[in-house]
């Protein structure tokens, strides 16, 4: 992976700062009644994430406008919904059972079980509600609802790949399952997040093809690397408790082709990421970095 | 309220037969991958409901267009997918911790809590899926999502409502509590029903108006005969356990007006609903027919 002229530190920063203003604006305040499920929402939503997601459909967005989109920022704050969404339930006691994200108490420890799961639903709710208002052509906008909401759904989506994971703990993992795995249960947000992106700054069909690729590939990279962060870096570095996927026999890339092998597949996968953008020239060149992030972190 | 020439009990049939059809293809098969969670959606869709929501939508689409619009069935199926997902959620332990819905094992009976957690949300998000799917104008597809996520959201809508209705147990119920819970629990999803079938048709904002006048009446009075029902009737002919209500000390519209007074309230939104109407002449007449049906049901 070739050095590239940009400062993606500054990038991040900056899609956090535009994120979390659009997050604020979106979510009801915790005085709106009934204020409960409002504190339960900002609690999780703002926990300290990344904002990887919006910060993945930002830089798409640049590569298809050459500049940042007006009102992206909404985009990304919706599947930043989606995907905190997605941890509240996951952490439930029915599901992982976590006390701690992010070194903070979960959303059922914080507010009980039944708040986290209509916090959960309507995180998800509210992520539709803010898409159908996004200031994009309509036929754009249904066009990013139903690629969202499939890359949510159960089949090859978010919750499938939920079910695959729960479903498979304590069977011997294979490549096949750990790959369809991954790719559903967090790589297809991630790839949305891209495409998405793409979408509201005015991609056509091709953009489209190639910006699915290279989120897919990304995609995946990204839970190979936090596979093998969560065998080798403590749980203080990560915020999460370490081993915690060797600990309950989870699918993982490294149990299935061990640490060496995984850093290896992760850095090709990027390569063939980027490969996929090379029609897109400098323009790519903050989504190629992000992405080169995703595989570098060290948490 | 006078006599009309519709046969409601054709109309019904004709709506379930519909709308069955359309969730019959819409749905995941049992057999797709992962195979758990499609058979806890379908479960739970296909447990014997009366599609009340979407034979709502399907009369308001006639009210505006004068026939059935091609097509409609599927948003009712959309709604019906989230009033199962509201179900399957409020049964949870955390939750009501219901054991039976309509006779049957509730889903997380059934399939466990976590399945039943993940089908919950996954038929929120395959809902919203659908509705991008809608053969209808990209605008009028986009606010009907829109109008959709508000009525299932937390400020006035189903999910708000479920909050206040467990924030509020073991309180004195007064009649602004109990007016703004039924208002938001279950009278936001079925004001929108009526309301999107007619954006489907092609709704004018009058109509949309006017719409939104005769959903809010008729969904109010929908729900003071429900909990009319809960008091009078007993489990076997209402297919659920009747008196829960007062034995969990819910905030009920009898338990602060009175049965009597409960009943002909009911009596008079409906009427009030049905001047919302007149400028339709007997384009109407199957709407206002489904919705005296509502009030007039024994379970």
């Not at 709710?125 to 996004?134: C, D, K, N, Q």
């Not at 490549?175 to 509201?200: D, Q, W, Y």
Request: proline share 4%; glycine share 10%.
């Amino acid at each position: 992976m070739k050095a590239m002229n940009v400062d993606v530190k500054s990038l991040l920063n900056q899609g956090v700062e535009l994120t979390d203003r659009a997050l604020e604006e979106l979510l009801p305040s915790v005085d709106t009644v009934p204020a409960s499920i409002h504190g339960a929402m900002r609690h999780s939503v703002f926990a300290g994430g990344k904002r990887l997601r919006p910060v993945l459909a930002m830089q798409a967005g640049i590569t298809i406008a050459g500049t940042l989109p007006p009102g992206i920022a909404r985009l990304g704050a919706a599947i930043e919904m989606l995907h905190t969404y997605s941890l509240i339930h996951d952490d439930l006691p029915a599901l992982d059972n976590d006390d701690l994200r992010r070194g903070k108490p979960t959303c059922h420890k914080a507010f009980g079980e039944a708040i986290a799961i209509l916090a959960g639903d309507a995180l998800q709710t509210r992520a539709f509600e803010v898409l159908a208002g996004l200031d994009a052509p309509p036929a754009a906008t249904v066009q990013i609802i139903g690629l969202i909401a499939n890359a949510v759904g159960t089949v090859d989506g978010m919750i499938g790949g939920q079910v695959l994971d729960i479903e498979s703990e304590h069977l011997k993992p294979t490549p096949e399952l750990v790959n369809a795995i991954h790719r559903a249960k967090t790589g297809a947000l991630i790839r949305v997040s891209v495409v998405a992106g793409g979408v509201f700054a005015g991609a056509t069909p091709n953009d489209v093809a190639r910006l699915t690729l290279f989120g897919s590939k990304a995609g995946l990279a990204f839970q190979i690397v936090d596979d093998v962060l969560d065998l080798t870096v403590d749980s203080a570095q990560l915020g999460k408790t370490a081993g915690k996927d060797e600990a309950t026999e989870k699918a993982t890339w490294p149990a299935v082709f061990g640490i060496e092998q995984s850093r290896a597949d992760a850095a090709r996968l990027i390569d063939e990421a980027f490969a996929a953008l090379d029609a897109y020239g400098s323009r790519a060149d903050g989504l190629k970095a992000v992405a080169r992030y995703l595989v570098e972190r060290k948490n």
